[in-house]
């Protein structure tokens, strides 16, 4: 099944360059684009959530990341075991 990108459709990059909605850089955005496999993709995800934890986003995001993907009908990346924890921040 595809892994949506962590971006929720706010794209306004007033947080020091990264997004209010995602927590995620211009540069991030792209790179989550080419991302090659699932792994890859939870893996930055799980990256994100540790950014986004030291930029106060966390519990925002998580909640409309997970209505995108129940809206999508897409399993939840968040809910993936290799998620539990993510101790690496992704690149600025």
Known sequence: MKIPSPCIDVCKFKNAGHCIGCGMTEKQKKKFKRQDGKKAKRRFIGYMRAQQLQIGLEANWERAYRRRCRKKSLDCPLDH????????????
């Open 81 to 92: 075991p290799s998620l539990a924890s993510s101790p690496a921040l992704a690149e600025s």
